[in-house]
Nanobody, 123 residues
Framework: QVQLVESGGGLVQAGGSLRLSCAASGRTFSNYHMGWFRQAPGKEREFVAAKSWSGETTYVANSVKGRFAISRDNAKNTVYLQMNSLKPEDTAVYYC????????????????WGQGTQVTVSS
């Protein structure tokens, strides 16, 4: 089992920045690919970014490319999502996820999920 706890969400004005953190505990963090997803009210959960267990491979959704960056610190068992130039359409609950079956955008690749943190961007 892997337990994931997100933090860092909040209310920010358009154009602002936030950094989300996801702290992992349980099994060896460095064995897991890590992903960030988000879900807005009435919409399906969508992929935001993912980073491989080694940190060598990164995927970022086109909708946030150039504005969001994912990073991980295996020594701290933490993955981060730096969000810059935020837009109202980025408003959602943001989830981190961990998995070992492959790195990608599909939610089915990830076995463990955090409880989510709310990000609200005002216009």
């Amino acid at each position: 089992q892997v337990q994931l706890v997100e933090s860092g969400g909040g209310l920010v004005q358009a154009g602002g920045s936030l950094r989300l953190s996801c702290a992992a505990s349980g099994r060896t963090f460095s064995n897991y690919h890590m992903g960030w997803f988000r879900q807005a009210p009435g919409k399906e959960r969508e992929f935001v970014a993912a980073k491989s267990w080694s940190g060598e491979t990164t995927y970022v959704a086109n909708s946030v490319k150039g504005r969001f960056a994912i990073s991980r610190d295996n020594a701290k068992n933490t993955v981060y999502l730096q969000m810059n130039s935020l837009k109202p359409e980025d408003t959602a609950v943001y989830y981190c996820a961990a998995g070992v079956r492959g790195l990608g955008y599909r939610t089915t690749l990830y076995d463990y999920w955090g409880q989510g943190t709310q990000v609200t961007v005002s216009s």
